[in-house]
């Protein structure tokens, strides 16, 4: 299991949710999103939008998986606005 406690810069309306969840999905790896008391499914979109936005927050991601690093990295950059 890899996890990584970023500060977002991303808020996540229609375009940038369904974004993000294409980029989890591009990955085997179990994928989580971890927020105050919440946790989503990374590859759900109704999940995300469940998070409200993320922006100006901190967001752990949690991946467990043989490409768990890799998926770490790119949802990573997505959030903090480098993807």
């Known amino acids: 299991m890899?996890?990584?406690t970023i500060e977002?810069?991303?808020d996540f309306?229609?375009?940038p949710a369904a974004l993000f969840v294409?980029?989890?999905s591009k990955f085997k790896s179990r994928i989580e999103l971890k927020t105050g008391t919440k946790t989503i499914n990374a590859k759900?979109?109704?999940g995300?939008?469940?998070l409200n936005s993320l922006s100006?927050?901190?967001v752990t991601i949690v991946a467990n998986g043989e490409d768990e690093e890799q998926?770490?990295?790119a949802l990573s950059n997505f959030l903090i606005g480098e993807a």
């Open 48 to 50: 995300l939008f469940a």
């Open 22 to 24: 294409q980029t989890a």
């Open 13 to 15: 309306d229609t375009l």
């Open 56 to 58: 100006g927050g901190s």
């Open 8 to 10: 977002t810069g991303v």
């Open 71 to 73: 998926a770490i990295e």
């Open 2 to 4: 890899t996890q990584k």
């Open 44 to 46: 759900s979109i109704m």
